[in-house]
């Protein structure tokens, strides 16, 4: 191979060395480094140090030598090779990453550059030992080497070096991370579903559990290839027992290796990873118990059928003579009624008249049933199967109807131990209000029938026509007021109010309160509720329009109007008269449902000193039927007593007043709408099903945490893949015997054991990995010295030395090859393990 120095110049170059070299001791692994070798005062040098043959010059290279090696630990090595400026080797790589025996490149055609194959590197080269740059070459790289276009296509950027060595880990990471949102997609497509099939409920669950699986594998993966690099450079900046080191290449395998107190001490970082490995199959339990099987209520925004409502105004298009039916059935009216002409039956197209006319005589039998049951029941009558007419089999379902229809408004006139009777008389109440308790004895006074419309209103014949000759009365079968309802009662004041005047407290023990209510056309908000068989109503909103008829009752006037009905209200032109058919039937409709809801009002109930009823309001909820007081709250109850006979009307098809909700001029009838799009209605229905529930926070919370550990893990990871100067390391009994080559390590106490025991003073021997060379002729380390002005001795980079290894070896070996290679200078402090500064850059030992 061409010298590119003068030989009178490397003569010079290498006497100090030389002279130490005739020495020619016994290497003793452990003794102190000569101190000759370099000059005291020169400063150390970075640590890019090539390791090759012995010189030619000092002629002791011995036979065999000058083939590189790779250790299977992603660093190459030199066997007691030299190197001198301009003398590249060639190192041919096969598949196992072994390095054939040292050969020098022949020059490119036309080229002062080697002739490099693909399969073949320059030892100057970045995946090669470092190279050094002699001052020939003016200070830059020579051919091939760092700063040429060939070096960069081999080391391209520093991410790009990282990616190509930790592919695996990064893949391993987003695989992970795919998975897991994968599983969140799974679930969220799961989550409402019905679950009625518990084979289908099977496959699913194991389905969920094989991606938390894969997710969690994926990610561990990710965290343990992290912690393999974690591991060398452990080993590298610690100096360990190797019992300490066993723990360290056994944590993910052996829980009990994380006892090692100076594991956990020492090597905090890598301790850290290994806890975290085995606490994630946590990640398998707790994110498929996310999803599960639960009673749900599944909701839908849709159409019912057979939805009815109330339209009053239907009233007034019926005539009793044309009999109706709907659907096959007979529609019946709220009233029934008197003609001032006998037989008029056949009279159906003779318009009303001042001598021929129907006057209201009564509420009809079948309003009487209805508000009846309402009354002794307390609630709304629901209409016989109206749950499954109206949401579907095995649904619940809800809706809102709105329509008008009579309402009481009240006002509490007066409320009081003692109220001022002769004033509350004065207002035009009939009570004497007085008599209640604590003044009196009664605990309920009422007087419901001030201005109630007298059904005898002449003398009849049979059929109600008048046994008289026409002219007729003028206010014959007139609606002149709506009976205005006076309540008293007595309130108490506490929960166990006494029951006879002589018990002590007596006095404040109640309040009389006296309460006017007035007959109201009300337009009424109301939400059905159909669960089951059971229907539940409540009154969203109430407005109270106007008077059914506005006028104004004059108790002490008589009419003497040629009727036996007596009484008088103004202004007599609000009166509604029964020529006028239309509002006529419409006011006796609201007449008939008022009329059988005052009819439980009146009366009077005596408290003390005994209970003494004397009123059918005892019958209804509106009294405690233990102590004969008024239930609380009274007017609201009486309010929704009347609302509940209203709303019962729909228990009662045939009733002209009851229509379709979604048209309300129809009227129902028994007939049933599901065959009419037209008649479907609004709703919302609900039913109890067994579905899956997917939790997603607890999902994200539980993945939130392992995504989070292991990108943590693989930023450590990539860290020590850049200590380790990009070379990607394993665990691989191939790597750990190669670490464990140099000869250093048979001087320990080594004893034959056919089952592989290591002695326990073996295990307790402190240990390091990094450089170790064999000596040299002068039994001394391989080393790098500077000669020359360029160096600590002003001229050009050299390597002498014998073999040298990669691997573990007593603190005191690895500092002499570091005190060797760099001078006795003091080594730089420890890189964080979140550093990317690479630790080859120097050597140390802790």
Same mark, same amino acid.
């Given at each position: ?13 290498? *006497? ?59 660093? =190459? =090595? ?43 590197? *320059? ?8 190279? $050094? ?5 003016? &200070? ?41 949102? &994968? ?52 080993? @590298?900046?610690? %100096? ?28 905090? %970082? ?27 209520? !599944? ?142 004895? +009664? ?76 007959? $109201?056309?009300?337009? +009424? ?24 008829? *506005? ?8 009419? !003497? ?10 202004? !007599?032109?609000? +009166?509604?008269?029964? @020529?006028?058919?239309?509002? $006529? ?28 009823? *004397? ?50 001029? %129809? ?13 479907? +209605? ?17 999902? #994200? ?44 390590? !048979? ?91 690479? #630790? ?7």
């Amino acid at each position: 191979m061409e010298q590119h120095a003068p030989a009178q110049a490397q003569s010079e170059f290498y *006497d100090p060395y030389l002279q130490h070299v005739e020495q020619n001791v016994a290497w003793d692994p452990v003794a102190p480094t000569p101190d000759n070798i370099y000059s005291p005062a020169s400063p150390p040098h970075r640590s890019r140090v090539a390791f090759g043959p012995v010189s030619p010059l000092s002629g002791n290279t011995p036979a065999g030598a000058g083939t590189p090696s790779s250790v299977g630990l992603g660093i =190459a =090595a030199a066997d007691g090779a030299a190197q001198f400026p301009g003398y590249h080797y060639i190192a041919p790589r096969d598949s196992f990453q072994q390095d054939s025996p040292p050969k020098t490149p022949p020059l490119a055609k036309g080229s002062s550059k080697p002739d490099l194959q693909p399969h073949e590197y *320059d030892l100057g080269a970045s995946d090669a030992a470092p190279y $050094y740059y002699p001052q020939q070459y003016g &200070g830059s790289a020579p051919p091939g080497g760092p700063g040429s276009s060939r070096f960069a296509s081999l080391t391209g950027s520093t991410a790009w070096k990282m990616l190509v060595s930790a592919w695996p880990m990064y893949g391993m990471f987003f695989i992970g991370f795919a998975f897991a949102v &994968g599983h969140h997609i799974f679930y969220s497509k799961l989550d409402g579903r019905p679950a009625d099939d518990q084979k289908h409920q099977i496959q699913m669950m194991r389905f969920g559990g094989f991606l938390s699986y894969a997710a969690k594998a994926a990610l561990l993966g990710a965290v343990v290839f992290a912690y393999r690099q974690q591991i060398w450079v452990t080993v @590298i900046s610690n %100096v360990l027992r190797l019992r300490t080191i066993d723990s360290v290449f056994a944590a993910v395998d052996e829980p009990m290796t994380l006892l090692n107190w100076e594991f956990i001490k020492k090597a905090r %970082v890598a301790a850290c990873l290994a806890v975290l490995a085995w606490l994630f199959p946590l990640t398998v339990i707790l994110t498929p118990a996310t999803l599960t099987v639960s009673p749900i209520t !599944e909701t839908k925004n849709g159409q019912c059928h057979n939805v009815r409502t109330l339209n009053f105004e239907q009233e007034g298009e019926k005539n009793w003579r044309q009999p109706e039916r709907i659907n096959g059935f007979r529609g019946v009216s709220l009233s029934i009624y008197n003609s001032t002409v006998q037989n008029s039956a056949g009279l159906v197209d003779v318009p009303f008249n001042e001598t021929f006319f129907d006057y209201w005589t009564g509420m009809s039998p079948a309003v009487d049933l209805v508000s009846s049951q309402s009354a002794l029941t307390g609630s709304v009558i629901p209409r016989p199967g109206v749950a499954l007419d109206t949401c579907g089999a095995g649904w619940n379902c809800s809706y809102t109807i709105s329509f008008k229809a009579p309402g009481y408004k009240c006002t509490e006139m007066a409320r009081g131990q003692k109220l001022d009777e002769q004033g509350l008389m004065e207002q035009g109440s009939p009570l004497h209000v007085g008599e209640l308790a604590p003044n009196g004895n +009664y605990s309920y006074l009422a007087n419901t029938e001030l201005g109630e419309y007298y059904p005898h209103q002449i003398e009849v014949f049979a059929g109600g026509a008048p046994n008289m000759t026409p002219p007729y009365p003028k206010n014959l079968g007139a609606f002149r007021t709506e009976p205005v309802l006076w309540i008293g009662h007595a309130d108490p004041t506490r929960p166990d109010p006494p029951e006879n005047k002589s018990v002590e407290g007596w006095d404040t023990a109640f309040e009389a309160v006296l309460t006017r209510c007035e007959h $109201y056309l009300t337009n +009424y908000t109301v939400q059905f509720n159909h669960t089951y068989s059971t229907q539940s109503t409540t009154v969203v909103k109430r407005e109270y329009l106007h008077p059914i008829i *506005d006028t104004t009752y004059q108790p002490n006037r008589n009419a !003497e109007d040629g009727t036996k009905d007596n009484t008088t209200a103004t202004p !007599e032109s609000n +009166y509604v008269f029964p @020529i006028d058919y239309k509002n $006529y039937r419409e006011i006796a409709a609201y007449h008939s449902l008022g009329f059988s809801m005052r009819r439980y009002l009146p009366g009077q109930i005596q408290y003390a000193p005994f209970a003494m009823p *004397d009123s059918e309001v005892t019958k209804t909820h509106l009294i405690d039927h233990e102590t004969y007081l008024p239930v609380p709250n009274l007017i609201d109850q009486i309010q929704q007593f009347y609302e509940n006979m209203t709303l019962s009307l729909l228990s009662y098809p045939q009733f002209i007043v009851v229509t379709w909700a979604a048209q309300p001029s %129809v009227r129902a009838g028994l007939a049933n709408s599901t065959g009419d799009p037209a008649l479907a +209605y609004p709703c919302t229905r609900t039913r109890i099903i067994n579905a899956y529930v997917y939790n997603r926070r607890d999902l #994200w919370i539980a993945y939130a945490v392992a995504i989070s550990v292991a990108m943590a893990a693989v930023v450590l990871g990539s860290a020590a893949i850049s200590q380790n100067n990009f070379h990607v390391r394993d665990v691989h009994v191939s790597s750990v015997v190669a670490a464990t080559r140099a000869p250093c390590l !048979e001087q320990l106490p080594w004893k034959a054991s056919k089952w592989g025991e290591v002695p326990r003073e073996i295990l307790e021997t402190r240990l390091g990995y990094g450089v170790i060379a064999e000596p040299g002729p002068n039994g001394t380390p391989a080393a790098q010295a500077m000669t020359g002005s360029g160096g600590w001795m002003g001229g050009s980079p050299v390597v002498m030395g014998g073999k040298v290894y990669y691997g573990f070896a007593p603190k005191e070996v690895l500092e002499q090859t570091r005190v060797a290679t760099f001078g006795p200078g003091k080594p730089r402090s420890r890189t964080s393990a979140w550093s990317f500064r690479r #630790w080859g850059e120097d050597f140390h030992y802790k």
